[in-house]
């Protein structure tokens, strides 16, 4: 078992989402304790100094966007927290975020509170969104009593109906109880009634299977939820956060309510950016389909530049990890698919890749991207997020010379493969601190043992996070 130490990283340069500068990080115990010039010596009591020559030495990363063991529909996903918080830390993920999203008669309080128990085997700190798919006079309780848990980010779907979607009214009501307590809704914008009119449209010309999956959910459906959903939020002076974002005109959308004084966020995730439609032409078209689908080419590019200008504010995995049998099973009816691809182990290496090394963007953007933004969105910072004295001793040795090729049998996801098998990535971690221990060092990973810790998160500040 992984244990803590006084510990000295020395030779690296530390990159936070403001500045970077070669630098000496000291820990002790679960804390960063001091950030020394070069030319500072090592104090005496250090116990171990730990050689980042060459590489970045970075906040852990915030994950603000996981499902693990998730069930929607018929389908559940394969991991457990053990399992994901592992390919988490191998990844250079040092905090997880999962949805405590109601099953069918459940509340969304009870929902939190089972996430908190699974939660007790991750290996890595976790935190939790809340989710309400239905509005009821319990729900305001409800919320106030998810606060006070620490859960102040709340998931609402505008799609899957019969399954997890709000109604727009419920969507107001818990955005107007969010503003009250510091909370802030997250949202999956796509219209519902336009992906039904395109389903229905496709069964009727070449079919629902897996390879018309990027017609079945058309952008414009994703346009059309972020505006109303954004009118709402503008309309009530609540702050939202977009999840997995894909198409420039609902980043632009975002962008112009920012320009007005709406408190807008725009998350995308890792596969909008490195993979695009083309892989529904493949022979597994199944195990790329996910909600919203791959875009064009055009849009993926365009979405790269929105992230390298800045307008993105953070990288999720939208980790959902099912294998290839489950992928298999309703192939040729993307209504009953397993939606969603396994991605907490690559999230860094993917978007180091596409953003820095592909195209010339500076790492400090990536590390907002990737670890600070995700913890200030989320009430987490500067406990997480960020390599300053006083906070967690979450640290990322981050090789960004570091090329390996993808092979998901080389992974430690919970699944059989990978959406980017095959694919050359530059920069992966090297040694991951998590909580003080180190638990991943040059390809030897030590077990932390059930350290997870679940975080509690603080009221977000009224005024703009990032
Ligand atoms: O396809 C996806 N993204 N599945 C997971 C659930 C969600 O919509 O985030
Ligand atoms: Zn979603
Ligand atoms: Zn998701």
Redesign the pocket.
Known sequence: MAEQATIAIQGGTVVNAGWSRPSTVLISGDRITAILDVDQPIPSYVERVIDADGSLVIPGGVDP???IKNTIGQYTTRDDYHQASEAALWGGTTTVID?AIPTPGQSPLEAVALRRRMAETSRCATALHGCVTTWDETIPKQLREMAALGVRTV?LFTTYRGEVMAEPDTVLLVMQELKDIGGIAYV?AEANHLIEDAQWRQSQAGGLGAANHAGSRPELAEAAAVAEVLATAESLESPVYF??QTTSAAVGLVQSARRRGVRAYTETCPHYLALDDSVYSGQHPEQFVC?PPLRSRREVDELNSLVNSGHVHTV?S???CYDTEQKNQNRDDVRQMPN?LPGVELRLPVTFSRMVVEQGGSVEPFVALVAANPAKLNGLYPRKGVIAPGADADVVIFDPKAEKTVEATALHMATDYSPYEGKRLTGWARTVIAGGRVVLEDGDYTDPGPSGIALYADPLPPQFLC
Do not use: A, E, P, T
């Open positions: 966007h996981c499902h949805f998931k999956h999840v997995h909600c999720g939208d980790h959902c969603g």
